[in-house]
């Protein structure tokens, strides 16, 4: 297994616009983690899966923000009509059940312009 | 709520010294764990350490070390023997009950030749 895919690495987008992103985690881990981090500041919590539910969602994340994990394996991360303040990092992160820590991607850097 | 805090923004030695960043936490529970990651320049992050709460022995991992002490809400993480390759943001995290991770705000830690 070669750890927690993100893709894109980079998307650059005009205020307005839709953006989706997409993380592969390890295949054995049951819990997947969305997490946003601005630049210098420590990554903030959005929402987590275990399986294909989505457990919590963190108040920070607007109307205009949806995830997805289609039969516990993949995920997705949608910004509809963004705005120049999503620009930021966009972290994905998997873990087994338990407190083991997390694995995490390279991230999504979102520059909306 | 969960809340974790680091005081040092920015912290700076010579090769080879030894270092400690510190971390402050609050929690209502009783069971947690607590985390140092790495994220290195423009890299992803990683898992330096881990320490259990019930545990009364500190974690170590070659030359990281922590100092963990409950009562205080405590843990400071050592580095001794720096390397030009411990150049990176060092972020404290906590999990607990709601199995999320909570991170503090994040210390850049610049080793020098």
């Known amino acids: 297994d070669t750890g927690v895919s993100q893709n894109p690495r980079h998307k650059i987008t005009k205020r307005g616009q839709n953006v989706t992103f997409r993380c592969d985690p390890i295949?054995?881990?049951?819990?997947l983690y969305w997490y946003r981090q601005t630049l210098g500041q420590g990554p903030e919590f959005l929402t987590y899966?275990?399986?294909?539910?989505?457990?919590?969602k963190s108040r920070l994340l607007s109307d205009r923000f949806s995830a997805e994990r289609p039969k516990g394996s993949f995920s997705t991360l949608e910004i509809q009509r963004t705005e120049q303040g999503d620009s930021a990092m966009y972290l994905c992160?998997?873990?087994?059940?338990?407190?083991?820590?997390?694995?995490f991607g390279s991230g999504t850097r979102l520059t909306v312009v | 709520a969960q809340t974790v805090t680091q005081s040092q923004p920015e912290m700076s030695v010579q090769e080879a010294e030894t270092v400690t960043l510190s971390c402050t936490y609050d929690?209502?529970?009783?069971?947690?764990?607590l985390f140092w990651y790495k994220q290195p320049p423009s890299r992803q992050m990683i898992l330096v350490i881990r320490?259990?709460?019930?545990?009364?022995q500190n974690a170590t991992e070659n030359r990281f070390s922590v100092n963990f002490q409950k009562a205080a809400k405590s843990f400071s993480l050592k580095i001794s023997d720096s390397q030009l390759g411990d150049t990176a943001m060092y972020f404290c995290?906590?999990?607990?009950?709601?199995?999320?991770?909570?991170f503090g705000q994040g210390t850049r830690l610049t080793i020098n030749p």
């Open positions: 899966f275990q399986n294909e539910a989505q457990l919590e």
């Open positions: 992160a998997s873990s087994p059940l338990g407190f083991y820590g997390y694995t």
């Open positions: 320490q259990e709460a019930y545990k009364q």
């Open positions: 295949s054995e881990h049951n819990r």
């Open positions: 995290a906590s999990i607990q009950g709601a199995q999320k991770l909570v």
């Open positions: 929690t209502s529970e009783s069971n947690y764990y």
